[in-house]
């Protein structure tokens, strides 16, 4: 597991190789970025900002959803994997956002979790980059950096990993962390071909250690 020192040049050097990280779902205010990482579960940002791009012309509204029928819906949706039940749940979701908080998206993460299709890690999403409260939401790059890095155990549940980090990283740094985490996984340490051999966190990294001790290294940059 990484010490403190660690931790911290992990952090810094993530801020420096990727010193605009944000949330690549586009989105013009917090209800569609809502809607945005509904759609995103097991479905890439660019595919959601493809489909995303129309939608929003077109719905504007909680009622917006509501006032079709859910096979137009699912219609307007299908390109993204798990349409049908994504368009229940936007359904679902935006006529209790009606009848409970007035149209308006809570800023409250229990709050959101209360809605259909919104676990942990979309709340803290929409808390986060919606309403600027610090949070960590673990998505599956959060989840393999932070195991391969040695911030977490490989073991802990996608819930240890967020109270793990959230523990370890300063309150202030948490969301900011979340999005260079998501890019250094994107972009960097992919899940199939991490870029071992030119990352800086080699020495600190006890998955990339392995990895060049297997000698897998030359072949991981490919
Ligand atoms: S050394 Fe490899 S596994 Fe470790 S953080 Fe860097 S790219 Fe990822």
Redesign the pocket.
Known sequence: MLNRQQIRYCLDTMGEMFPNAHCELVHRNPFELLIAVVLSAQCTDALVNKVTKQLFEKYKTPEDYISVSLEELQQDIRSIGLYRNKAKNIQKLCALLIEKYSGQVPTDRDELMKLPGVGRKTANVVVSVAFGVPAIAVDTHVER?SK??GFCRWKDSVLEVEETLMRKIPKEEWSITHHRMIF?GRY???AQA???DV????EV?????K?RKRGE?VA?TK
Do not use: A, D, M, N
């Open positions: 950096v391969r890095l250094f960097h340490c992919k991490p870029k071992c990352c800086p966190l080699l990294c006890r998955e990339g250690k990895r290294s991981s």
